[in-house]
């Protein structure tokens, strides 16, 4: 199985919005809404902040938003802060039954 | 409050087998609601995902590492073990244990261990 693509990094000032793709395929992102997202701060374990590909988990901030269309997810991120510089990893199920995630985003706030 | 918490050798050498032990405290592994996983994270690398056992015993584990692979669950303790046999430098990563939700209708990884790093070096 190949791990999802996501860009290597992305980066914006802070109060902006920015927006991390993840590109599958049908067996996986496109045929599934089991499309999860993490947040991940040096040295911590991943958090989840997206699950269903669009919902939030109780006391994650609504700046935090999941969308797909076909093989592609994404999350945004609205209102950026210095406290949202993190790595953020997407995760999918796939027709095998296994999962698969992403390679990484790292978010830099400028 | 669920809580994991890795726990195992950090130094294993070539050749022999990694053996890592996660321990579930606020929660049970016996519940039939959760898959009780393993991911790894080689330095500066993304995630890879190694596998899942289920209170039954069935397992799930990815491809790529499947025949070097096992993780049980011991219900006495709380706890599901992995292990991997035959390491090699390229096994070198820091180890989750998560508790997978959603058992027959999503899968999402909720909480984490975390994380423990195993070097493999002689």
């Known amino acids: 199985q190949s791990a999802l693509t996501q860009p290597a990094s992305v980066s914006g000032p802070p109060g902006q919005s920015i927006t991390i793709s993840c590109s599958g395929t049908?067996?996986?992102?496109?045929?599934?809404?089991?499309v999860s997202w993490y947040q991940q701060h040096p040295g911590k374990a991943p958090k989840l902040i997206i699950y269903?590909?669009?919902n939030r988990p109780s006391g994650v901030s609504n700046r935090f938003s999941g969308s797909k269309s076909g093989n592609t997810a994404s999350l945004t991120i609205s209102g950026l802060q210095a406290e949202d510089e993190a790595d953020y990893f997407c995760s999918s199920y796939t027709s095998s039954t296994t999962r698969v995630f992403g390679g990484g985003t790292k978010l830099t706030v400028l | 409050q669920v809580q994991l918490q890795e726990s195992g050798p950090g130094l294993v050498k070539p050749s022999e087998t990694l053996s890592l032990t996660c321990t579930v405290s606020g929660g049970s592994v016996s519940s039939g609601s959760y898959y009780w996983s393993w991911m790894r994270q080689p330095p500066g690398r993304g995630l890879e995902w190694i596998g899942y056992i289920y209170y039954s015993g069935s397992t799930n584990y990815n491809p790529s590492l499947k025949s070097r692979v096992t993780i049980s669950v011991d219900t006495s303790k709380n706890q599901f073990p992995l292990k991997l046999s035959s390491v090699t430098a390229a096994d070198t990563a820091v180890y989750y244990c998560?508790?997978?939700?959603?058992?027959?209708?999503?899968?999402?990884?909720?909480?984490w261990g975390q994380g423990t790093l195993v070097t493999v070096s002689s």
């Open positions: 998560a508790r997978e939700a959603g058992v027959g209708t999503t899968n999402y990884f909720d909480y």
């Open positions: 269903d590909v669009s």
């Open positions: 049908s067996s996986d992102v496109g045929g599934y809404n089991h």
